[in-house]
């Protein structure tokens, strides 16, 4: 296994849900940590525990990885240690409502695409060419099933995540050469905050979407997620 001792990942959408579960099972494996979010608040308590829990460095950056000026100025502002990444996690990611295509509200698809595809990109964009200086790294999506099929009323969180899809293979083919592994994780349903998002903050109908079977957890996709990055370095996990 590879260990990951002093190494340095970069997680967004680290506020909740995957993300914050992926921050503290890379934390517990002794990686040090730059976690971004939105929700600054959620990210200083983050901070304090993984550095009382596991003793080790985090830094903490508010972002939203849908403004792509943010994103630069983020990424740019990082100096010493913290600018050799050696693995990205992107896991920021949202669905909202699940309506038909002729009846979706648009601004839902601008939040699902804007964050899930050209959040990614935008991250990604701003970290890789980090990695490919060092000729290492490694790129760890967080796609999803409906990435591979579509449900229905899921029409453009679908159409997000087969992008996602996409892009990770792409990624993995202009990469090759630069010794940097892709990615991608594509689970089924997770019980995090991500249905009361879809759903505006209806906790009833949320918790309506997981009845008559046992969902996922947050931290068995940590888990997996943790799995592929401490494969040896000659071995690409290329989807779990």
Known sequence: MARLQNKIVFITGASSGIGKASAIAFANEGADLIIAARRIDKLEELEIDLREKYKVDVLTIQLDVRKKMDVKKAVASLTGKWRDIDILLNIAGLARGMSKIHEGDTEHWDEMIDTNVKGLLYVSREIIPLMTERMEGHVINLGSIAGHEVYPNGNVYCASKFAVNAISKSMRVDLYDKNIRVTTID??????????????????????????????????????????????????????
């Open 187 to 240: 689970p089924g349903m997770v019980d995090t905050e991500f249905s009361v998002i879809r759903f505006s903050g209806d906790k009833e109908r949320a918790k309506s979407v997981y009845e008559g079977f046992i969902p996922l957890t947050a931290e068995d996709i940590a888990e997996t997620i943790l799995w592929c990055a401490m494969r040896p370095p000659h071995v690409n996990i290329s989807r779990s």
